[in-house]
């Protein structure tokens, strides 16, 4: 049972447009999300996250969006560089289960063209 | 150094034989992980480590998995009688309080390579 779902394995983006990355999520009760993204031969590191209680949450280039009532969150990244080009996670937790387990999606790897 | 330290970087065995792997997470860090990824595929929960708790081992595949975390710092993933599709790349990640947003973050080592031949 794939509780967070990315559908789409991979993007291509030219350098300097944006790039939207998708993930949907079944578990009802999840009500915290994260975005982690992933280099060849390294461990994934934290991107950016928000809370169920917000919508949109932005750091520099990166904005998450999340939108309850369709179990949908996006990641925005504006302008995208190809130092950007990576592997990308959503994931999501049962924070007020009291418990820090993180479920994750298959990932979607991006690649911005120069 | 400071990070997530995950030993061996690649292993390769033979079917059949028994693996342990290591991980050393940050120091002070309360939580401790272990995720796996298969070829192509996302990453799959196996185990969660928090403080004195008993570990959530709800992701971890057959019987032939176990892990244990010593002293509340190093953890070791055993596999016993190893499977080809046990090979992956098998992460460890720490965290300071194990709750996703409150110093929650996530740490992650750069992996154990498995490939059971």
């Known amino acids: 049972d794939q509780q967070v779902k990315q559908n789409s394995p991979s993007l291509s983006v030219q350098e300097g447009r944006i790039s939207i990355l998708n993930c949907d999520y079944t578990?009802?009760?999840?009500?915290?999300f994260l975005w982690y993204k992933k280099y060849p031969a390294e461990g994934p590191t934290f991107l950016i996250s928000?809370?169920?209680?917000?919508d949109k949450n932005e750091d520099g280039r990166f904005t998450v969006f999340l939108n309850k009532s369709a179990k949908h969150l996006s990641l925005h990244i504006v302008p995208s560089q190809p130092g950007d080009s990576a592997v990308y996670f959503c994931?999501?937790?049962?924070?007020?289960?009291?418990?820090?387990?993180?479920?994750f999606g298959q990932g979607t790897t991006l690649q911005v063209k120069p | 150094g400071a990070g997530v330290s995950q030993s061996p970087s690649n292993k390769v065995t033979e079917k059949g034989k028994d693996v342990e792997l290591r991980c050393d997470p940050i120091?002070?860090?309360?939580?401790l992980y272990w995720y796996r990824q298969s070829l192509g595929q996302g990453l799959e929960f196996l185990i969660y480590?928090?403080?004195?708790?008993?570990?959530?081992k709800s992701g971890l595949p057959s019987d032939r998995f176990s892990a244990e975390r010593t002293g509340g710092s190093v953890s070791t993933l055993t596999i016993q009688r190893t499977q080809q599709e046990d090979s992956a790349v098998y992460l460890c990640?720490?965290?300071?309080?194990?709750?996703?947003?409150?110093?929650?973050?996530?740490?992650f080592g750069e992996g154990s390579r498995l490939t059971v031949l």
């Open positions: 480590f928090q403080g004195n708790s008993a570990p959530d």
């Open positions: 990640a720490s965290s300071l309080w194990g709750l996703a947003g409150i110093g929650g973050e996530l740490f």
């Open positions: 578990n009802s009760m999840f009500d915290y």
């Open positions: 120091s002070g860090h309360t939580a």
């Open positions: 928000i809370s169920s209680i917000k």
């Open positions: 994931a999501a937790s049962e924070r007020s289960s009291n418990t820090g387990k993180l479920i």
